[in-house]
């Protein structure tokens, strides 16, 4: 093989990925470059005239910005809760023994491995057959998010959890710390990347959610739930303005946090 | 970037080692339960719920109620009213992940062994599209497929599409979408179990004489088979329920079964042969999964 031929071969596995990230990006591309659209129609989805005007004023869309608040109220909580809960079942699954450790894995497992349409029309079937469908709103969006974040906290905080060195808690232990002391100076800080990990991806699976959502969601809307029913009517600019936001604040938070680990090495 | 690949990661079957201090205590158990109690009342529960809604009277309504009649005749309504969107379901989210596959593993290759100082930033590029809403981001399709957009241009030029021809609201945007919003599930496990090989064996091949393509086969495909019998469920799973991509991108003839469920429960009411539909999609997938797993020779991933 000429030398030539050896240069392409070694790159082309580049160049192809080069080109899938780039059909992986596309779409983000084209979400910042329409919050500055200036749309002929309200069922524009071209680029028709460059504008400021959905920057200088997002919230112009009734109910808009509080479909995002919703969403954030409802995603903090979610997190809260999926990673307090998850949290100590993993340490439960790394850190003890208990009968029945096959079928707890399997019932964290699931929800993962189901469709979330399935998931959202069984707590509909549920809260129907518990003549509660009338009341359904913030509550049942909240207990619903918990429950589908609940198996990734579990897996990623066990992830972490089962990768640490105990020798680091058995000199503690050596040096008289008690249980607590042990677990509130060495063991909690060792594990807290993985929790902030697990919340973020809480975070971000519960203000992203639209199918579960849909099905438990009564009168409230959230963000996902106001862009759905702007596209029956017709999207305004500004939902891109929200979606260039989210992104950009993630963007910030995931490659702040992984400066900040430089810095730190855990 | 190292929650979703955590997440990933911890699908690809890596169990932690047994305990380094089990306790035998009842600690256990109270760590266990307000988390396993939420799954119990929330997942397992509605999941049952489902299958009694399923068998319920077709003829009640939510306003008379339903009577429980055992009705196993609901899934035969569902399945003949349906037989389009069931099939649909599975043609779009098979081949999805297909392309998936095809896109994903050169990716998942370059970054393990190729990318150098780069890997970081790759990475974070990967789980991009997860920065920005799913929906919006779907909706951003609608432009790039536009009929005066540049996608549908250049393939007009191409000759490859006909000068009336369109993209959006065929099935090639619906799979399109499904691919798009998917891909990222694909790329990080195979990443992730691509990582762990042990660069000394494609070493040891080359010594023995393999070329590139060799010890390709015989090395890195096998050891990478974990990260793709879990990226292929991870996209398969949530690409054959997912409708939000035949709502936006496709139009009624591309619905799949998701679209039905979702108008059968929320707009007809129609709550036995809409349960009996989520029923059937529920057990398809566990079929599938379970055959499938069992023919990669995986099980330890579940």
């Not at chain 2, 539909?277 to 055959?291: D, F, P, R, T, W």
């Amino acid at each position: 093989m000429s030398r030539v031929g050896r240069w392409v071969v070694d790159h082309a596995v580049m160049a192809v990925a080069i080109v899938v990230l780039g059909y992986m990006f596309l779409p983000i591309f084209f979400v910042v470059l329409m919050s500055f659209n200036d749309p002929e129609s309200r069922l524009s989805y071209t680029f028709d005239g460059f504008t400021t005007a959905n920057w200088s004023d997002p919230c112009a869309p009734s109910g808009m910005c509080g479909a995002v608040v919703k969403s954030l109220e409802i995603g903090f909580l979610a997190t809260l809760g999926a990673t307090v809960l998850g949290t100590l079942v993993a340490f439960a699954l790394v850190r003890h023994r208990f009968r029945g450790r096959a079928a707890t894995s399997l019932l964290i497992f699931l929800p993962m491995a189901t469709p979330e349409v399935v998931m959202g029309s069984s707590l509909l079937a549920l809260f129907t057959s518990v003549g509660l469908s009338g009341s359904l709103g913030f509550w049942s969006i909240l207990v619903a998010h918990v429950m589908f974040c609940l198996s990734f906290v579990v897996v990623t905080v066990k992830a972490r959890l089962a990768g640490l060195d105990s020798s680091m808690e058995q000199a503690a232990m050596d040096l008289y710390a008690n249980e607590w002391q042990t677990y509130w100076r060495i063991t909690f800080p060792m594990v807290f990347p993985g929790i902030l990990a697990a919340a973020l991806l809480s975070f971000s699976l519960s203000f992203d959610d639209f199918i579960v959502t849909n099905f438990n969601h009564g009168n409230t809307i959230t963000f996902p739930m106001y862009v759905w029913g702007a596209a029956q009517r017709g999207i305004p600019p500004q939902v891109n303005v929200v979606g260039t936001t989210m992104f950009a604040v993630a963007l910030l938070l995931v490659v702040g946090g992984s400066m900040f680990q430089r810095r730190r090495p855990v | 970037m190292s929650s979703a690949s955590a997440a990933a990661g911890g699908m690809v079957g890596d169990e932690p080692a047994p305990p380094r201090r089990p306790r035998g205590s009842g600690a256990g158990y109270l760590l266990l339960l307000p988390g396993m109690l939420w799954l119990a009342i929330f997942f397992v529960v509605p999941t049952f719920q489902l299958v009694a809604t399923s068998l319920y009277d077709p003829n009640g309504s939510l306003e008379a109620g339903y009577a429980m009649t055992g009705s196993v005749s609901n899934y035969w309504t569902a399945l003949t009213s349906f037989t389009g969107p069931f099939m649909r379901s599975l043609l779009y989210a098979g081949v999805a992940t297909g392309l998936a596959v095809v896109l994903a593993y050169p990716l998942a290759y370059a970054i393990a062994f190729k990318s150098g100082r780069w890997k970081n930033f790759m990475l974070v590029m990967v789980i991009a599209p997860f920065f920005t809403s799913f929906l919006v981001r779907t909706l951003a399709w609608k432009s790039i497929l536009s009929d005066n957009g540049f996608v549908v241009d250049a393939l007009k030029t191409l000759h490859i599409l006909g000068p009336d021809g369109r993209l959006l609201a065929t099935s090639v945007a619906v799979v399109t979408g499904l691919t798009y919003n998917f891909v990222p599930f694909m790329v990080l496990p195979l990443y992730a179990s691509l990582e762990k090989i042990d660069l000394r064996l494609i070493e040891a091949g080359q010594d023995l004489y393999a070329n590139g393509f060799t010890s390709f086969r015989k090395i890195t495909l096998p050891l990478s088979l974990p990260g793709l019998v879990a990226g292929t469920l991870l996209t398969f799973i949530p690409a054959a329920g997912d409708y939000i991509n035949a709502e936006l991108l496709g139009q009624t003839k591309n619905y799949m079964i998701g679209n039905v469920i979702d108008n059968l429960f929320l707009v007809q009411l129609d709550y036995p042969i809409a349960a009996a539909c989520s029923v059937v999609l529920m057990l398809a997938i566990v079929a599938l999964v379970l055959v499938y797993v069992r023919r990669a020779g995986t099980e330890e991933l579940l």
